[in-house]
């Protein structure tokens, strides 16, 4: 009890100042669980994400806007199916949660499981704590499934994995929930691996940062504050960087911008995320206006050119937040704690950069690029041996936001998502605001297509390229039409794993009974 207090006060700070929130409630007991040691006592996860609900809707940021956050869940813990079903739409009012966002953080085990068509179990947490002394939520399942389903002091039920798939599906479907964090993915590459566990993601599926418990003890007793997660953002237009063929200038622009955000930020009142921000500096710069951009010099959003040009974007973009992070830290002779654990020391992380040139192959490509140095394996190495020397500011430095709506005011395409609809109609309060896609003109109009009209197995594919250069995590959006079913929306989630992506944010459906005109929506 005193760990939710703790978080609901935090929650509530946080919103406060504008935050958007995550909390992951994997830790706490399934309903039924026992409570000091009497059974059946224990409410489960669904009355204290009711209760984020509330702090949330309460905490309205002087009542300009409601506070926002995401409960998440593993999807081992025995109250899934509970927690899914709060958002359906004839769900209760007592079981459902209307403004609450939900996100299941699913580990490789359960996609394996599902591959293979073998049942699954789902734990009760307190027992699987009381019997390893460890956490459900802290486990690595592939190592340790099978001491769980064998254990006989834990208590679990057995469900089926791909039906469970397409109840995430079906969800999806209604309410564009769940939020789906593959976990086995996001630690894979993580190059904090050895500091700790990233173990959720943020509002918005773009943050992946190593995450530690706090233990808060009773009142007159100090309490163990550990990291927790701190996100400063900011975004590069795409086509302004090409255009004034700045990549470098850019990246370091926004780095230094984001480093003082992250110098200046004091949330006292949130401990966690303070320790967090004072010890690994960390920030998430990402991109916007990739659809922009590319249809302005008539390149298919699902084109090979178009893979090729984010494969070289996006490692220059890498690149140079590296070399930036480096000088920082070699001017101030600071790094992040404990870089000397993390593999940028040990030079594993710059392994496939010796190894592959990302220059494009496709001349119309290359061209885009004239102007701008992009670096080579040799340059990597170099870097490699300067970040041995000096180390980084940063422990995390790049992540992809969605930026729905600092995109409108930049003229830009959401960041490297494709388009919804060529001219998007918003509406705000009482008025109604049209925005036409940037540079649209009658030369480039079938370069924007729309996203309900594209392959999703080609629109992964290109994000998987991208992620490959990303360290944190890529806001990930599906759309689907009416004609999609819940097993093709299923595979989705399938070839995302596989082709290594750390998150899927929204699925937006669109029905194709009530499509319109284009042409005529003006």
């Not at 592939?142 to 208590?155: C, F, G």
């Not at 470098?248 to 401990?271: C, E, H, R, Y």
């Amino acid at each position: 009890l005193n760990s939710i207090n703790y978080v609901l006060n935090t929650c509530g700070q946080l919103s406060k100042i504008g935050g958007g929130v995550a909390v992951n409630l994997s830790k706490l007991r399934a309903r039924h669980e026992s409570i000091k040691g009497i059974e059946n006592c224990s409410s489960g996860v669904l009355p204290v994400a009711k209760l984020l609900e509330d702090v949330f809707s309460y905490v309205n940021q002087l009542g300009q806007r409601p506070g926002a956050g995401v409960a998440y869940l593993n999807v081992f813990h025995w109250d899934i199916e509970e927690f899914l079903d709060t958002k359906k739409i004839n769900a209760s009012e007592k079981a459902r949660l209307q403004t609450l966002s939900i996100g299941l953080i699913i580990p490789n085990q359960f996609m394996s499981l599902a591959q293979r068509n073998e049942k699954m179990h789902v734990f009760a947490p307190h027992t699987v704590y009381q019997a390893l002394g460890e956490h459900l939520d802290d486990l690595d399942m592939e190592a340790r499934y099978e001491e769980l389903v064998n254990h006989p002091d834990i208590k679990k039920r057995e469900l089926d994995p791909r039906k469970l798939l397409i109840q995430i599906a079906r969800m999806q479907f209604e309410s564009g929930y769940p939020y789906i964090v593959f976990k086995g993915n996001a630690n894979a590459a993580h190059a904090l691996k050895d500091m700790g566990q990233i173990k959720m993601s943020n509002l918005c599926t773009e943050i992946f940062q190593l995450q530690e418990t706090s233990t808060i003890h009773d009142y007159g007793e100090k309490d163990i504050i550990r990291r927790d997660i701190s996100c400063n953002l900011g975004s590069l237009n795409i086509a302004n960087v090409m255009e004034e063929k700045a990549i470098a200038q850019s990246v370091f622009a926004g780095m230094d911008a984001l480093t003082s955000v992250s110098d200046k930020s004091q949330i006292k009142n949130a401990p966690g995320v303070k320790k967090a921000n004072d010890e690994l500096h960390a920030v998430g710069l990402g991109v916007m206006n990739l659809h922009g951009y590319l249809a302005k010099q008539n390149i298919p959003y699902e084109s090979d050119e178009a893979k090729q040009f984010v494969r070289t974007f996006f490692m220059m973009m890498n690149y140079y937040s590296i070399l930036r992070s480096m000088e920082i830290a070699k001017e101030r002779g600071e790094t992040f704690k404990d870089f000397e654990k993390s593999t940028y020391a040990c030079g594993e992380y710059f392994e496939r950069y010796l190894k592959t040139d990302y220059a494009p192959s496709s001349k119309r490509v290359l061209t885009l690029f004239e102007g701008m140095t992009i670096p080579t394996p040799n340059d990597w190495d170099e870097l490699k041996q300067k970040v041995a020397t000096h180390g980084l500011y940063h422990a995390y430095r790049l992540a992809i936001a969605p930026t729905q709506s600092i995109g409108y005011i930049q003229n830009a395409t959401p960041s490297v998502a494709p388009i919804i609809d060529v001219i998007e109609r918003r509406t705000y309060g009482d008025s109604t605001t049209y925005y036409p896609m940037p540079y649209l003109s009658v030369e480039n109009f079938f370069a924007y297509k729309s996203a309900y009209h594209m392959n999703m197995f080609k629109v992964i594919d290109l994000v998987a390229e991208i992620q490959e250069h990303i360290d944190q995590g890529i806001s990930t959006t599906l759309y689907v039409d009416s004609n999609t079913s819940t097993k093709d929306l299923a595979r989705y989630y399938i070839y995302a794993h596989q082709k290594g992506l750390k998150a899927l944010y929204y699925t937006r459906t669109k029905n194709l009974a009530f499509e319109e005109c284009v042409s005529c929506s003006v």
